[in-house]
Nanobody, 117 residues
Framework: QVQLVESGGGLVQPGGSLRLSCAAS?????????MRWYRQAPGKEREFVAR????????TYSGSVKGRFTASRDNSKNTGYLQMNTLQPEDTAVYYC?????????WGQGTQVSVSS
C-alpha cells in the first residue's frame, strides 16, 4: 500500500514563503515516479502547478507560479518538495502532491496554504 503524506502548509503573509513536503511510503520505487503538484482554491477546479521527473532534473511549471515556485525531490528520502516564494493571496488553496508512473498514480491528502495579511 502506497501513501503520500504532505506537510508544510499554513498561513503566511503576502510576499512570504513556504515549503511543502510530500513523503512517499509503501511499495514503490520512488525514483521511477514523476511527481506533480496541484492546487484547488475554493469554488475552483483543481489546477496543475508543477511537475518534476523521477531523476529530478526536469521541471515544468504553470505560468502563474513560474519563477516563484520550485519543485525538487530527494529520492534517498522518498520525498518531494515544493518551495513557494513571493506568495500572493491568489495562491491560497489546498495543495496536493501526486506521483505517477504510466497508468498508476497516487495522491496525497492535501495541505492548506493560506496567504493573507
Amino acid at each position: 500500500q502506497v501513501q503520500l503524506v504532505e506537510s508544510g502548509g499554513g498561513l503566511v503573509q503576502p510576499g512570504g514563503s513556504l515549503r511543502l513536503s510530500c513523503a512517499a511510503s509503501g511499495s514503490l520505487t520512488f525514483s521511477q515516479y514523476t511527481m506533480r503538484w496541484y492546487r484547488q482554491a475554493p469554488g475552483k477546479e483543481r489546477e496543475f502547478v508543477a511537475r518534476i521527473n523521477g531523476a529530478g532534473d526536469i521541471t515544468t511549471y504553470s505560468g502563474s507560479v513560474k519563477g516563484r515556485f520550485t519543485a525538487s525531490r530527494d529520492n534517498s528520502k522518498n520525498t518531494g518538495y515544493l518551495q513557494m516564494n513571493t506568495l500572493q493571496p491568489e495562491d491560497t488553496a489546498v495543495y496536493y502532491c501526486n506521483a505517477y508512473l504510466a497508468r498508476i498514480e497516487y495522491w496525497g491528502q492535501g495541505t492548506q496554504v493560506s496567504v493573507s495579511s
